[in-house]
């Protein structure tokens, strides 16, 4: 019987779009790309959530990969809280859950300086029973020991929770740990998907 929901964060109850926000910014294509590759998609964004070096290591690490992008680099990093944005449906999903007995959890890679600047912004923290973000533990997704944190935190039993992502790789993990799994794609699939596995369990 389940009787936990896990969300993700990003791309599941916030919109995360790196691309938009540049936009904002005023960067053009060739910017973009660049930073994509020093930054947004480049594999230190991996140690960024995992919170094990400082915020200004990991910049000056962002930096190193492109010199000549200096200013657009730091002008990104300063306001990265501006790339988030609350979904509509996330608070009103998440106390509906709540409301019909479920308890809900929050595991994520997530680094503490965007932690910081977007934590009021994440209003759904109200409502659910606890939270486990990567910087906290030095661990990240879909390493089996942030899983495994999280049901120590919270003695939670994998067999009663259902996780929820949007990346196929932190969902399989989770299936291999012994958890219900869900890949959110939007929140009508979503939703559904959870509704139909919480009627059959």
């Given at each position: 019987?389940?009787?936990?929901?896990?969300?993700?964060?990003?791309?599941?109850?916030v919109?995360?779009?790196?691309?938009?926000?540049?936009?904002?910014?005023?960067f053009?294509?060739?910017?973009?790309?660049?930073?994509?590759?020093?930054m947004?998609?480049?594999?230190?964004?991996n140690?960024?959530?995992?919170?094990?070096?400082?915020?200004?290591e990991?910049?000056?690490?962002?930096?190193?990969?492109?010199?000549?992008?200096?200013?657009?680099?730091?002008?990104a990093?300063?306001?990265?809280?501006?790339?988030?944005?609350?979904?509509?449906?996330?608070?009103?999903?998440?106390?509906?859950?709540?409301?019909?007995?479920?308890?809900?959890?929050?595991?994520?890679?997530y680094?503490e300086?965007?932690?910081?600047?977007t934590?009021?912004?994440?209003?759904?923290?109200?409502?659910?029973d606890?939270?486990?973000?990567?910087?906290?533990?030095?661990?990240?997704?879909?390493?089996?020991?942030?899983?495994?944190?999280?049901?120590?935190?919270?003695?939670?039993?994998?067999?009663?929770?259902?996780?929820?992502?949007?990346?196929?790789e932190?969902?399989?993990?989770?299936?291999?740990?012994?958890?219900?799994?869900?890949?959110?794609?939007?929140?009508?699939?979503?939703?559904?998907?959870?509704?139909?596995?919480?009627?059959?369990?």
């Amino acid at each position: 019987m389940i009787k936990n929901i896990i969300f993700d964060v990003g791309k599941v109850l916030v919109e995360y779009d790196p691309d938009s926000y540049m936009n904002r910014l005023g960067f053009d294509a060739k910017t973009k790309r660049v930073l994509n590759e020093a930054m947004f998609e480049n594999p230190l964004w991996n140690e960024f959530d995992r919170g094990d070096m400082s915020t200004e290591e990991i910049l000056q690490k962002f930096i190193f990969n492109a010199p000549d992008y200096e200013k657009e680099i730091i002008k990104a990093f300063q306001s990265i809280g501006d790339a988030i944005e609350l979904f509509s449906y996330s608070v009103d999903w998440i106390k509906e859950l709540k409301n019909r007995g479920y308890r809900v959890y929050i595991l994520s890679n997530y680094p503490e300086f965007t932690y910081e600047q977007t934590e009021k912004k994440m209003k759904f923290l109200d409502y659910v029973d606890g939270t486990v973000f990567s910087y906290s533990c030095k661990v990240i997704k879909p390493e089996k020991e942030i899983y495994e944190h999280l049901c120590e935190k919270y003695s939670l039993l994998p067999e009663e929770s259902v996780f929820i992502d949007d990346r196929n790789e932190n969902i399989a993990q989770a299936i291999n740990l012994g958890f219900y799994g869900i890949q959110f794609k939007d929140y009508e699939q979503g939703k559904s998907a959870l509704d139909r596995l919480l009627t059959r369990n």
